[in-house]
């Protein structure tokens, strides 16, 4: 098609009619002489879109993260205008370069044999971790196709049950679950980090509420366990590289508790009280 003209709403008509011209044209009259012209937005570029053999490239998801110039996402819901097939073990990642761009056919499933779904996601060491409810694994991708993907290691007897206290720092690793909190080592090595607190810890409700906050200038980790917001329990990060578990208590008082922690340009800590 050489020439084109991009009408202002659809038509179906074949023989001679009036039609409205869209915006970017425009005519002057000099005499009998009219002149047209057109302000070109690339409306007929003459070239096929780079994902046009690509039926459906939405994907909703509950977590994401970046690893090798792709997004991956997980507990998804696939082509959520349409079909909307939810999947809470699977994987979506984008294509190269295109982190927004998620073909429903760049799919990675995780079958945890006790049934339970995708929780967080997250980089360790240049491998992706795979958070599920029941279970923990280590997924090498290789970044020119990540179709190739093997499972390096994986532990099915400790799973994260609280999204929001997945927090890396350094090359280790925290996460919340039913029983205990833990820390993954660079080796992937997971050791529980709550024993010193236990009986506190399963004390507390609703621990898939819990939240983990990294003060960098103190070197220590704030914790918020289940939905006790008054109480904000302090993990020393830099003792437990030594194999130490130091845990300090922060009293919030019974009115300036802590939904969540927010950080500034100088690296100062807040709590932040929900006052709805």
Request: with cysteine; aromatic share 12%.
């Amino acid at each position: 098609m050489e020439r084109a003209l991009k009408l202002d709403s659809d038509t179906d008509q074949t023989s001679d009619f009036a039609v409205d011209i869209t915006k970017g044209y425009q005519y002057a009259i000099s005499g009998d002489d009219v002149t047209l012209y057109f302000y070109d937005y690339d409306l007929n570029d003459q070239g096929l879109h780079p994902l046009g053999n690509k039926t459906k490239i939405t994907v909703n998801h509950k977590y994401s993260t970046y690893l090798g110039s792709r997004q991956f996402v997980g507990n998804v819901r696939l082509d959520p205008d349409g079909d909307a097939e939810d999947h809470e073990d699977w994987i979506i990642y984008s294509e190269l370069g295109q982190p927004d761009v998620l073909p429903i056919t760049n799919f990675i499933q995780i079958k945890d044999i006790q049934g339970g779904a995708i929780t967080g996601l997250t980089t360790h060491l240049g491998n992706l971790i795979v958070f599920m409810e029941r279970g923990v694994y280590r997924l090498e991708i290789p970044s020119s196709d990540p179709s190739n993907w093997s499972l390096i290691e994986s532990e099915e007897n400790i799973g994260c049950t609280a999204p929001d206290s997945i927090i890396t720092i350094g090359g280790q690793t925290f996460f919340a679950g039913n029983d205990n909190a833990y820390v993954m080592d660079p080796g992937f090595n997971i050791y529980p980090i709550t024993t010193p607190i236990k009986d506190v810890y399963q004390a507390k409700s609703n621990i898939e509420q819990s939240r983990f906050f990294y003060d960098v200038k103190k070197g220590r980790m704030l914790c918020r366990f289940g939905s006790d917001k008054q109480n904000i329990y302090s993990f020393d990060v830099q003792r437990s590289k030594e194999g130490q578990a130091i845990w300090y208590t922060l009293d919030m008082g019974s009115t300036d508790v802590a939904d969540i922690f927010a950080i500034d340009e100088n690296l100062d800590v807040y709590s932040i009280t929900n006052g709805v």
